[in-house]
């Protein structure tokens, strides 16, 4: 029982492990947004994507590298390499143009993939009051409940 015991902590660490975040941000047009990913930990290798595995940002051995960056983010797309260090590597993309919405991916190899789903706000009646400046996104983390169901079941047919 014992054994068991260790394997489900095991497979809990390894979900959380490969576990994805979500988050959704809105932009106006022309305007500037930040596009979050947060790790909470050192990290030499990161790498921005946008939905069509555009090279929108990438930091090499702790380096920001623009070597592969496709040409629609030249000169619109930065980060906070002071907060590398703890784990922070959002970048801000300004002038956000109509062809900016979509899916992005942060993903950092053999650890974590963040999804940013980056939408345009829509426009507000004049009658509505402004809401103050912002991201309005919330982050997600994806619940993993099927996978843990899935490993609950495996394991009590092998206590049986």
């Known amino acids: 029982m014992e054994i068991r015991s260790y394997l489900l902590f095991a497979l809990l660490l390894v979900i959380d492990k490969v576990s994805m975040q979500s988050v959704t941000v809105e932009a106006d047009i022309g305007g500037s947004v ?3 990913c947060s790790v909470g930990r050192y990290e030499k290798d990161v790498f921005w994507r946008n939905e069509n595995s555009k090279s929108v940002y990438d930091i090499i051995t702790g380096e920001v590298d623009f070597h592969d960056q ?29 062809t900016d919405p979509g899916p992005y991916s942060c993903h950092i190899p ?17 009658l509505e009051p402004t809401p ?22 495996l394991l009590r047919s092998l206590a049986d």
């Open 34 to 36: 930040i596009l979050p």
């Open 70 to 98: 496709d040409a629609v983010y030249r000169d619109r797309v930065d980060s906070f390499p002071s907060e590398f260090a703890k784990g922070n590597y959002s970048i801000r993309l300004r002038n956000v143009k109509p």
């Open 132 to 153: 103050k400046p912002g991201n309005s996104g919330t982050m997600k983390r994806a619940s993993g409940t099927s996978l843990f169901l899935l490993i609950c079941v």
């Open 110 to 126: 053999n650890s974590i993939t963040v999804y940013v789903q980056l939408k345009i706000k829509a426009e507000r009646r004049v």
